[in-house]
């Protein structure tokens, strides 16, 4: 089924970052899709399936058997979607290589070790499970973020090579193992941007005629982009990637990614310009990721108007209001109840020096400020610098948006827990560490109180986060969270204890309190991985 002027409009669902979606929910997800107006699904699973003799794949963390893909295959069919794959084939295989088994065939950090049979044999028996689950003949084969492809064992058997070489060898080698099965892979290109030394969204990049020359004739390639404003940049990178292969694929972003927090205005700036450029340029496949990086914290369907609302920009409808009443007609729901998800991440007040890492990348500063410790704090160096977030108004407007969320009410009421969190918790450490240093044990007992009602707001986000989980996903992966928000919980309840401690005589001093918080990164705040987050020890 073509759609509009496209081949493919399609999702994208990440069911590898510890959220294994129930199949149930897929099927769920599957119908909202089917009814925008899209024909295509795509699942992102890294080692989530089982291939034979593969007892590691997707160990422990929910992977999904033979029968269970078929039945998601199957139903979308029914609904006339195309589903297939998207593998990696080259990096990001964490968890995978963290098994003794695979270590043989690891490269250096999660990078396979190219120009190994073992590699290929395993590859081949990914494609092997794939064609024989998948109706649709392409597989989308991953070869991104591997950066540092051929500088650890590969270079110790093979000496220093040019990585150019290296990858184009790869591909053609992964190309030949897929049309074994009758596949057709789809390969994204910002590992061959950085290895010119550029990253994959520098117009300016020069990618070597060899690496176009090389490239395997019967694939197709896609220019991934969840970041850029600039529909110049797209029409710049689209003809790039227009040497290599006549089939170019467009994939964006409905931004799921960013901790608890859908973010809206990211994705509608970006896609806005993305699907202006994809019209134009005469793109024909487009798939939205909605991605679960670091642990899924962000439900899918949060970002229900965002996947209409692009779904219309690719029929060249970019009227807001136009689009607001469209959503408001198919579901029942408020565009602008769904927008109000994000306001926990809305800076009212930056500092001076306040600087992203990127300039990309949106601020998440509700996951920083959440897990950031009481007496340790490294983010409180922003707060007391002027950051300011008003939690306490947003919480309230979620709050009435969720009385409106039908269905969808238990995942706005996860953002809305958080911002209740986070109303208490965002100064705490800067009262704290202030109260102490002046000796003031009268402020310091006042606070006391606060860190036993942060702790019961912690308690309900918890249960609340516990309630989405189960009706989304598999058990595998819940153990993070109890880990996360438990832990959490418990060390205010620790931080507590110890100011008790401090004020009844009972210890003399509090060490972490005594040492200065100073500025991080110019406060920057767009990190979303937990580890880094609430300690500077290793976690």
């Keep these: 089924m073509k759609t509009g002027n496209f081949k493919r409009f399609g999702v994208m669902l990440d069911v590898s970052r510890n959220g294994a979606m ?48 078929t039945e998601v295959v199957r139903y979308a069919d029914s609904l006339g979607i195309e589903v297939f794959p998207r593998i990696e084939v080259l990096g990001h295989f964490t968890n995978l290589v963290r098994h003794p088994a695979y270590a043989e065939i690891v490269d250096c950090d999660d990078v396979l070790l190219i120009g190994d049979e073992r590699t290929y044999n395993l590859i081949d028996k990914m494609f092997k499970f794939i064609s024989e689950v998948f109706t649709s003949r ?4 991953s070869i991104d973020e591997a950066f540092m492809l051929g500088r650890g064992r590969y270079m110790n058997i093979n000496g220093c090579r040019d990585r150019f070489d290296i990858i184009s060898e790869h591909v053609n080698k992964v190309t030949e193992i897929a049309q074994k099965y009758g596949l057709t892979p789809v390969y994204c290109l910002d590992m061959y941007y950085t290895l010119a030394g550029t990253d994959h969204y520098d117009v300016n990049a020069v990618l070597p005629q ?17 970041y850029n404003k600039n529909k110049a940049v797209y029409d710049k990178l689209f003809a790039d990637h227009k040497k290599f292969s006549d089939d170019v694929w467009f994939t964006g972003g409905a931004w799921t990614w960013n901790g608890y927090i859908p973010e809206t205005t990211q994705t509608l700036d970006t896609m806005r310009a993305a699907m202006q450029s994809v019209i134009e340029n005469k793109i024909n496949s487009v798939m939205i990721t909605m991605w679960g990086d670091n642990g899924a914290e962000c439900s899918p369907f949060t970002v229900l108007h965002l996947l209409y609302a692009i779904r219309q920009f690719g029929d060249g ?27 926990p991440n809305r ?8 600087k992203c890492k990127h300039y990309l990348v949106p601020q998440s ?11 340790l704090g490294w983010t409180d160096a922003a707060v007391r610098n002027g950051l300011e977030i008003a939690y306490d108004e947003h919480t309230g407007v979620i709050t009435d948006a969720k009385s409106r969320a039908g269905e969808y009410a238990y995942a706005f009421d996860v953002v809305e827990k958080v911002s209740s969190v986070m109303e208490l918790k965002m100064h705490l450490g800067i009262k704290t560490r202030e109260a102490y240093l002046a000796n003031d044990r009268n402020a310091l007992s006042e606070l006391l109180c606060v860190y036993g009602e942060l702790a019961e707001r912690v308690d309900s986000l918890h249960k609340s986060a516990r309630t ?16 996360r928000l438990g ?10 204890e110890r100011l008790s401690d401090y004020i009844d005589g009972r210890i003399d001093r509090i060490e972490e309190l005594e040492d200065e918080v100073i500025e991080y990164a110019n406060n920057d705040l767009s990190d979303y991985v937990y580890r880094r987050m609430p300690t500077m020890c290793d976690l």
């Design 22 to 69: 129930k199949v149930s929910k897929i099927k769920h997800l599957i119908d909202c899709i089917a009814k925008i107006g899209y024909n295509s699904f795509s699942l992102y699973m890294e080692d989530m399936f089982e291939p034979e003799g593969e007892p590691y794949f997707g160990y422990l963390r929910g992977r999904y058997s033979k029968e269970e893909l």
């Design 210 to 226: 060899r690496a176009i020359d090389s490239f395997p004739k019967n694939a197709s390639v896609e220019h991934w982009d969840y």
């Design 317 to 343: 409808n970019f009227d807001m209001d136009s689009i607001k009443q469209g959503f408001f007609d198919m579901f029942g729901y408020r565009f602008d109840d769904f927008a109000t998800l994000e306001l």
């Design 487 to 496: 832990g959490l919980k418990t060390r205010i309840l620790s931080c507590k």
């Design 138 to 141: 392409v597989v989308c084969a």
């Design 365 to 375: 500063p509700t996951k920083n400020l959440l897990f950031s410790d009481p007496f």
């Design 468 to 483: 989405r989980w189960f009706e989304e996903y598999k058990g595998h992966g819940w153990e993070v969270h109890d880990i």
């Design 347 to 354: 800076i009212d007040r930056v500092p001076d020096n306040f």
